[in-house]
């Protein structure tokens, strides 16, 4: 099983970023998939999900209105878009599925994302 996250890096604030993650070795389109994030120091936070079909979606109140997560079942990946980009956003991005059959999720390793200028 594999969950690879990338796309992160260094953004000016104000940008945008998109964050793919690559999934293998479940059935993809069994899962809720889930954007998490955390900043150092701070506990992980969940910023956005998506059902198994694509058709639901909820947002964290910190990111809704800037950012879209989607997923194509075909490609096994999920992606986050985010826009308007602050300090605040700065923090490792993990994606995570929830599957149906399975007691614990799967996780990624993490994508580091940095707002500054």
């Known amino acids: 099983v594999q969950l690879v996250e990338s796309g992160g890096g260094l953004v000016q604030p104000g940008g945008s970023l998109r964050l793919p993650c690559v999934t293998s070795g479940f059935i993809f389109s069994r899962c809720f998939m889930t954007w998490y994030r955390q900043a150092s120091g701070k506990e992980r936070e969940r910023v956005a999900g998506i059902s198994s079909g694509g058709s639901s979606t909820n947002y964290a109140d910190s990111v809704r209105g800037r950012s879209t997560i989607s997923r194509d079942n075909a490609k096994n990946t999920v992606y986050l878009q985010m826009n308007s980009l602050n300090s605040e956003d700065t923090a490792v991005y993990y994606c995570?599925?929830?599957?149906?059959?399975?007691?614990?999720?799967?996780w990624g390793q993490g994508t580091q994302v940095t707002v500054s200028s």
């Open positions: 995570n599925a929830d599957c149906i059959g399975r007691p614990r999720p799967y």
